[in-house]
C-alpha cells in the first residue's frame, strides 16, 4: 500500500505524534500542554487520518496489503477478503470516525473524554496489524491515556456528592419517627 504525499504523511504522523506524547507528560501540570496536546491530537486524526484516509480513497487506493504485518491469519485473511473488495465502505467509515472523534475532542468536558476513550480504543486495537503499528500504538494509548487523566482532572465532578442533612435537622420528613414529639 502506497501512501500519498511519500514522505509527508509519516513526518506529519511523526511530528504530530510526539507532540502528543510531550504533551501528555506535561499536562497533568500544564493546562497549556494539556491544550497543545488535544489540538496536535484534533489535527492527527482530522487531518492526517480522515483527510490522508479520503485523499487515499479518490486516489484509487485499496488498501490491499495493509493487514500483512500481522501475526495473525485471521486478521490478514479478513482484511484480504473483507476490506479490500468494499474499501469504500469500510475506509469511509473509518474516515467518518476519525473525522469525528478529531472534532468531538476539541469539544470540553465530557464530549472530549468520550473522544480520548475512543481513540485510545483504537489505536490499542492496531496492535493487531503488526509489531510495526505496536511502536505508534502503545505510546499514543499512553498518551491519549495521560490527556484523558488531566482532562478529568480539570472537569467539574459528574454529579455533586449528596449532603445529608445534620442530626439537627429542621425538617420533620429528616427526623427519624421516634424522634417526633406530638403536638399539643
Known sequence: MELIGGWVLPAA???LGLTIVVCALLASRSSAA???GIAAVSVLWVVAGAGANLAMLL???TYTGFADGSAIPFVRDTWESLVVPHHHLFIGL???GEALAGVLVLVPGR???GALVALVCFNATLVVF???FAIWAVPLVVALVLLLRAQRAEDPPLRSPRRRPSAGASSARHRSPRSR???P
Open 34 to 36: 494539556l491544550t497543545a
Open 13 to 15: 504522523w511523526a511530528g
Open 111 to 113: 464530549l472530549r473524554e
Open 94 to 96: 473509518l474516515i467518518a
Open 59 to 61: 486516489d484509487g487506493t
Open 181 to 183: 414529639v406530638p403536638s
Open 130 to 132: 503488526g509489531w510495526a
